[in-house]
Structures are given as C-alpha cells and as structure tokens.
C-alpha cells in the first residue's frame, strides 16, 4: 500500500478564477515538495505522475503558475532546476 499524504491548497489559491483546477492541484502538490529544502527539484516526469497530466502539460502549467507569480523558478545548470513558492 502506498503512504498516504495530504496537501494543503489555500483558500486563495482556491478561489482564482484565473487559475486552472490542474494548476491549483500542481500547486498544492508544489507546497507539499518544498516543505523540507523551501524549494522543490521534481522533473515534469515526476510532477507529471503526481497530478497525472503529460509533461508537456506540467509544463503549461508551472507557467501558468509563474505568469501568476505564485512560483518563481531559477536554472541551477542543464539538470538541477528549484521551484520556490512566492510568499
């Protein structure tokens, strides 16, 4: 069985009619990823399996999420990517 976990989305997050539901979910899937290092490193792969949606739709997405300046996302180098939560 796998571990269960829960993800915290808030309530303004929730209520932005501007915001895809795929997005607010990816958001809350985003928060949960960073709690320990304050930012998160998964791959679109890896995001993509959580929230099931393709990689390509990860990526319209975080971008979506950016556009919104709710996430703020710096290249380290070609294979290390953080994405931190905006406060």
Known sequence: MEKEYYINIPSQIIENKNLSSSSKLL??????????????????????????????TIQ??????????????YIENINQRKIYIQN
């Open 27 to 56: 958001y809350g899937e985003l928060i949960r990823l960073s709690t320990k290092e304050g930012y998160c490193f998964a791959s679109n792969k890896y995001l993509g399996e959580l929230v099931n949606k393709k990689e390509r």
């Open 60 to 73: 319209k997405l975080l971008k979506e999420l950016k556009e919104s300046n709710l996430i703020k996302i």
